[in-house]
């Protein structure tokens, strides 16, 4: 069965720091990556996804994601993380051409001032 | 954009209540879902649907059910709610699961149910 681990449930950074969350996916076949942000009190939102092609995705809001076919990775980046960016962070894995998503278990991040 | 809501951001019943929860989605979305959140868990799938009268069960549909009799709205029911169903429920839609697609979400109903 197809899994998704995000290794880091919690993290705290202070802003500027660069931030990187892990996400590893169980699934041999061609998949489709998503990130989702869930802001305090908002609904979860799109922040990138990856299909095909250059594994490196940019995302709103500065945010980006390498896509490692050999290590069965997407994760998520961003060079200097502000105060607004405190929020939960999901990854989601789908088998292409299926209908079911699969997703991680959340990283709550906390920026602070 | 596209706009998914949900009838109610907090709702409270009592044990054995039957429980409804609506989702509309403004978008023309084929594909619409039902998961529920809870800490440390993420996201899990209880219902899918594909079109109008169809469904599929997710990951956790015991205890539940849905309907979809337009191509906008996904239903949620609870036949007799419990504790162990408290919960924060985001219903989510898309277009055809090809390539390129991704979901829209709700802002949630959490359920207490005492």
């Known amino acids: 069965a197809q899994s998704v681990s995000q290794h880091n449930h919690h993290v705290i950074l202070s802003e500027a720091a660069s931030l990187e969350l892990g996400c590893n996916y169980s699934y041999g076949g061609t998949v489709n990556l998503f990130w989702y942000v869930q802001y305090p009190g908002q609904h979860l939102q799109l922040l990138l996804k990856?299909?095909?092609?250059?594994?490196l995705v940019k995302g709103i809001k500065g945010f980006e994601a390498e896509f490692i076919k050999s290590k069965f990775s997407f994760n998520l980046r961003k060079p200097s993380v502000q105060w607004s960016d405190t929020a939960e962070y999901f990854c989601a894995v789908r088998a292409s051409g299926t209908y079911k998503y699969i997703f991680g278990t959340g990283t709550r991040l906390k920026v602070l001032a | 954009d596209v706009k998914v809501t949900q009838s109610s951001r907090y709702l409270v019943k009592r044990t054995g209540e039957k429980v409804f929860l609506e989702c509309v989605q403004d978008?023309?979305?084929?594909?619409m879902f039902w998961y529920r959140q809870d800490p440390g868990l993420g996201l899990r799938l209880i219902y899918f649907?594909?079109?109008?009268?169809?469904?599929e069960k997710g990951d956790i549909p015991e205890g539940y059910s849905v309907s979809r009799e337009k191509k906008e709205r996904f239903s949620l029911i609870l036949e007799s709610a419990s504790t162990n169903q408290t919960s924060m429920y985001l219903c989510?839609?898309?277009?055809?699961?090809?390539?390129?697609?991704?979901?829209?979400f709700g802002p949630g109903t959490r359920l207490t149910v005492l």
């Open positions: 989510a839609s898309s277009l055809p699961s090809g390539n390129y697609n991704e979901q829209f």
């Open positions: 649907s594909y079109d109008v009268k169809m469904k």
């Open positions: 990856y299909f095909s092609g250059d594994p």
């Open positions: 978008m023309d979305h084929e594909n």
